[in-house]
């Protein structure tokens, strides 16, 4: 709990997450509540059971293909403002995946954002992180170590690119392992589709549907279940989520080249543990000099760190002079997020 | 050293042999060999020592990270190689030298050493500003002493082969024992010329795989020599030009840590090699190998220590003979031809490791159970017609260990790996009850599958009681069972108690941890193993 000396703050960290008390709503709860409002849709932030949630409007059709077209959720449109209890809620985009949001919340003139999820780098399947002004800021950490420096990111496509080329030529497959939701889609757009064909496993390829359906350029795809032969995907990349990784799935790929897209892919023994040929470091989340950057722009006096390495920012914030303190999480935290 | 960092991304950013041994290939035709003979060395092992102590270098890269040093130490326990930490945290380096490998190993890596501490560190920083990332892992891999490429010794051999027309036996002999990376080994090595043998030189070891399929898939028991296997330092005896050798399995020269095998092994005619264990004996029994370890690490010999803890060289191949290569000749003739020398000379310090007989293989099976009461891990097979081969071979050599003795014991304190591991909790200390309490009685780092180590991980990250530095303490929850070869007793020990060889047998995941064994059943495996003294 945070030991701020603030009379009645409009977040308090609970067992289920981030409440504001005053309008009873949760941020990303990690338990069945009433009222949720959600930053994105991936698995541990937009859970099943709440009563209803509230979301931008893509992030609400990603919700719905999750949870199922009759989960009760309010969309609202990024910059809109909506008056709750002398709180103006508003959602801002956070560039992590399409329709992640952060979160304003004004009273009298006190601003709280809650960034989500967020990266800085350019990504042509969202909306780009939005700096907001704010008196405290709850900021994610899942990257907050100075080891996490990201390439650009349009090297590290003509990197893709260049591994998918050289295995085609040689007649192999590209199998390369990324999160269903969001970094499949980031890396679709940003390969080089003319160099082969491209096949989906099934979970990857609703997500595709539903950014086309959200108005998303992506290449032409083909889910894997499609191909007939398996000489088919020779020369062929297959985006596959990292669950798919050892599974008899996988077996159809005669020969494949392995890869992971991926934050953790910055340390090699994350990438040799898992008998890697490739590791691509692709993030959908901030590296350390993107975290600090956004702090210091955001001008907050307090500084609440979720999960990722919140122990360490904190330290490294408090030698700067600033006030921060670390909040406990039940996100997925230091370990290998999926969604990294 | 461009060359050869992109050499070192090649080998490092694919999983396959075949790829690899191109990879090298390539690298090795287009090198100077001036430069050729540094890679050889490093990729078959022979890394340079540690140049410059790790506390120095860690302060130096946070200083030129411009970050303070309690974050350097968080980052390196995530990253889990200082070299690498180092590398990601640097910032970017010029990247633009053009020198060779010899140049960056002979003018700047070697010299290091001996330099003082801030002409060190001008050099490294300044090594560190003028590579670019690649080239700085593989130069911080060497400065730290911890160069590794995920290549095998087979992998390069096999390349130097192709390259050169030659057998992969000759390479793999040539880069035996002593050489100097100078241009002329080069020569040397890929030389068609055969009888060009060095005299210190050791042939490469025949190295045995433990026994997997069913005895019965051996064939008749007859056709199999049965031996104890010893647990000592696996070494090569050579006797050659009025001079004797000692190399161990690493490659090691330690003739000077055995003078009691020397003085023996002076006393064999000219022109032979022996092959087989050095163990600590004494009064016709090996001692505990841990007498023999501390034997080992001692810089100097007192007579106290040679009395104490005198050896013997436990033989059991003979590769040469009146200075011919006899390896190609059946087991049983070499076999003969030991047994014959050594009988010969009469030498307590040079024995011949005595043979188990057997009338059939379940005979056998019941000797081996009682393995531990004679100081020796277990059996080994040996074809009687076979070859004495290079290398891990399948077929013709088996180790057969006896069956670990096992207690079940609880997780309870955890720490981040290294290399393939680094990041995750892998390193584990494992307790026992005594009393009430738990008390640490065996680290173990093996034995879980990938999944159960993420699934372990998750665990003790979610269950962490008390963080001691990098060491975390667990909730007590998770039992394993714990698998180890010998046990003794030690005063080092905060359970009084010592286990050789710990890894995990299983996941006990039908156990509680009430139902952990206690201190008196491992106290109980302790006396039951003592054989006769």
């Known amino acids: 709990m945070p030991a701020f000396n603030t009379t009645d703050p409009m977040l308090e960290n609970t067992d289920a997450g981030l409440y504001c008390r005053i309008c009873n709503f949760y941020i990303d709860p990690w338990r069945p509540v009433e009222r949720a409002v959600i930053t994105h849709a991936h698995a541990d932030h937009a859970r099943a059971g709440c009563g209803s949630y509230l979301a931008a409007p893509e992030c609400a059709r990603l919700i719905k293909a999750r949870l199922g077209p009759d989960v009760n959720v309010q969309e609202l449109s990024y910059g809109v403002s909506l008056a709750l209890h002398g709180i103006r809620l508003s959602l801002h985009p956070a560039g992590h995946i399409l329709g992640s949001a952060q979160v304003r919340l004004e009273r009298n003139g006190d601003v709280w954002v809650v960034t989500g999820d967020f990266k800085r780098d350019p990504d042509p399947t969202c909306a780009p992180f939005e700096l907001l002004r704010c008196h405290t800021l709850v900021t994610e950490s899942t990257f907050g170590l100075p080891v996490f420096r990201w390439p650009e990111p349009e090297t590290v496509m003509a990197d893709i690119t260049a591994w998918w080329r050289?295995?085609?030529?040689?007649?192999?497959?590209?199998?390369?392992?990324?999160?269903?939701?969001?970094?499949?889609?980031?890396?679709?757009?940003?390969?080089?589709?003319?160099?082969?064909?491209?096949?989906?496993?099934?979970?990857?390829?609703?997500?595709?549907?539903?950014?086309?359906?959200?108005?998303?350029?992506?290449?032409?795809?083909?889910?894997?279940?499609?191909?007939?032969?398996?000489?088919?995907?020779?020369?062929?990349?297959?985006?596959?989520?990292?669950?798919?990784?050892?599974?008899?799935?996988?077996r159809r790929f005669v020969n494949a080249s392995r890869a992971f897209a991926s934050g953790w892919m910055q340390i090699r023994g994350n990438r040799r543990r898992r008998s890697l040929d490739r590791g691509f470091v692709l993030s959908d989340h901030a590296d350390w000099k993107g975290l600090l950057d956004t702090i210091?722009?955001?001008?907050?006096?307090?500084?609440?760190?979720?999960?990722?390495?919140?122990?360490?920012?904190?330290?490294?914030?408090?030698?700067?002079?600033?006030?921060?303190?670390?909040?406990?999480?039940a996100?997925?935290?230091?370990?290998?997020?999926?969604?990294a | 050293m461009k060359r050869f960092a992109q050499l070192y991304t090649e080998l490092d950013q694919t999983t396959r042999t075949t790829t690899k041994v191109q990879a090298l290939i390539a690298y090795f035709r287009a090198a100077a060999p001036q430069d050729a003979v540094w890679a050889v060395g490093f990729l078959m092992g022979r890394k340079p020592r540690r140049s410059v102590p790790s506390p120095r270098l860690r302060r130096w890269a946070a200083e030129e990270a411009g970050i303070p040093g309690w974050l350097f130490e968080a980052c390196y326990e995530v990253v889990g190689d200082l070299a690498e930490t180092i590398t990601?945290?640097?910032?970017?380096?010029?990247?633009?030298?053009?020198?060779?490998?010899?140049?960056?190993?002979?003018?700047?890596?070697?010299?290091?050493?001996?330099?003082?501490?801030?002409?060190?560190?001008?050099?490294?920083?300044?090594?560190?500003?003028?590579?670019?990332?690649?080239?700085?892992?593989?130069?911080n891999k060497l400065v730290t002493g911890g160069f590794r490429v995920g290549v095998s010794q087979k992998l390069v051999i096999r390349a130097l082969a192709r390259i050169g027309g030659i057998d992969e036996a000759v390479i793999a002999h040539r880069l035996m024992g002593n050489w100097d990376p100078v241009p002329a080994f080069w020569d040397r090595l890929l030389s068609l010329q055969t009888d060009d043998a060095d005299f210190s030189r050791p042939y490469p070891f025949f190295l045995a795989y433990p026994l997997g399929a069913g005895l019965e898939e051996l064939g008749a028991t007859a056709e199999w020599q049965a031996e104890w296997k010893w647990d000592g330092i696996r070494a090569q005896?050579?006797?050659?030009?009025?001079?004797?050798?000692?190399?161990?399995?690493?490659?090691?020269?330690?003739?000077?840590?055995?003078?009691?095998?020397?003085?023996?092994?002076?006393?064999?005619?000219?022109?032979?090699v022996l092959d087989g264990e050095i163990l600590a004996w004494k009064e016709d029994r090996p001692l505990d190998f841990t007498a023999l370890q501390r034997r080992i690490v001692r810089k100097h010999l007192?007579?106290?220590?040679?009395?104490?803890v005198p050896v013997a060289l436990m033989a059991y191949d003979l590769l040469e003979l009146d200075g011919a290569d006899v390896r190609g000749r059946e087991l049983a003739w070499r076999t003969a031809a030991l047994e014959d020398l050594l009988c010969r000379l009469g030498d307590p310090r040079l024995l011949t490791s005595p043979k188990v007989s057997a009338a059939s293989w379940s005979e056998l099976a019941r000797i081996r159970d009682d393995a531990r009461r004679h100081g020796v891990e277990g059996l080994m097979l040996k074809r009687r017609c076979s070859p004495y081969r290079v290398g891990r071979r399948r077929g013709d050599w088996w180790k057969w260990k006896v069956d670990p003795l096992s207690v079940d014991a609880v997780l309870t304190y955890a720490q981040?790996?290294?290399?393939?591991?680094?990041?995750?909790?892998?390193?584990?200390?494992?307790?026992?009850?005594?009393?009430?309490?738990?008390?640490?009685?065996?680290?173990?780092?093996?034995?879980?599958?990938?999944?159960?180590?993420?699934?372990?991980?998750?665990?003790?990250?979610?269950?962490?009681?008390?963080?001691?530095?990098?060491?975390?303490?667990?909730?007590?929850?998770?039992?394993f069972e714990i698998a180890f070869e010998t046990i003794r007793r030690s005063p080092r020990h905060r359970s009084g108690i010592a286990v050789r060889f710990p890894r995990i047998a299983r996941w006990r995941t039908d156990k509680t941890v009430s139902e952990a064994d206690r201190i008196e059943t491992i106290t109980a495996l302790l006396n039951a193993s003592q054989g006769p003294r």
């Open chain 2, 302 to 308: 007192t007579p106290g220590v040679l009395k104490s």
């Open chain 2, 237 to 272: 005896v050579i006797r050659r030009r009025d001079q004797v050798f000692i190399w161990s399995r690493g490659e090691e020269l330690v003739t000077g840590k055995f003078p009691e095998i020397r003085a023996a092994a002076r006393n064999l005619p000219d022109g032979s």
């Open chain 1, 331 to 339: 996100f997925s935290g230091e370990t290998e997020a999926p969604d």
């Open chain 2, 88 to 139: 990601l945290l640097l910032p970017p380096g010029s990247g633009d030298d053009h020198r060779p490998l010899k140049v960056w190993v002979e003018q700047r890596l070697l010299p290091l050493r001996e330099l003082p501490e801030d002409k060190q560190r001008e050099n490294v920083i300044a090594a560190w500003r003028e590579l670019d990332p690649t080239q700085r892992l593989v130069w």
């Open chain 1, 296 to 329: 210091e722009a955001s001008g907050a006096e307090r500084i609440w760190v979720t999960h990722g390495y919140a122990a360490e920012v904190v330290q490294f914030l408090k030698e700067k002079g600033l006030a921060a303190v670390a909040a406990r999480t």
């Open chain 1, 166 to 250: 050289k295995n085609a030529a040689e007649g192999n497959p590209s199998l390369l392992f990324a999160y269903s939701m969001g970094k499949a889609q980031r890396i679709l757009a940003g390969v080089d589709p003319t160099t082969g064909p491209i096949f989906t496993h099934g979970a990857v390829e609703s997500i595709v549907q539903a950014y086309r359906d959200a108005g998303i350029r992506l290449p032409p795809t083909r889910a894997v279940a499609e191909a007939r032969m398996k000489g088919e995907f020779s020369g062929a990349l297959v985006v596959a989520p990292p669950s798919a990784e050892g599974a008899a799935w996988m």
């Open chain 2, 416 to 479: 981040r790996g290294h290399g393939k591991r680094s990041g995750l909790y892998t390193d584990y200390t494992f307790s026992v009850w005594d009393g009430d309490r738990l008390v640490p009685f065996a680290k173990a780092y093996s034995g879980l599958t990938d999944l159960e180590i993420r699934e372990v991980d998750r665990f003790i990250r979610r269950n962490t009681v008390e963080r001691f530095g990098p060491v975390h303490s667990v909730k007590p929850e998770l039992v």
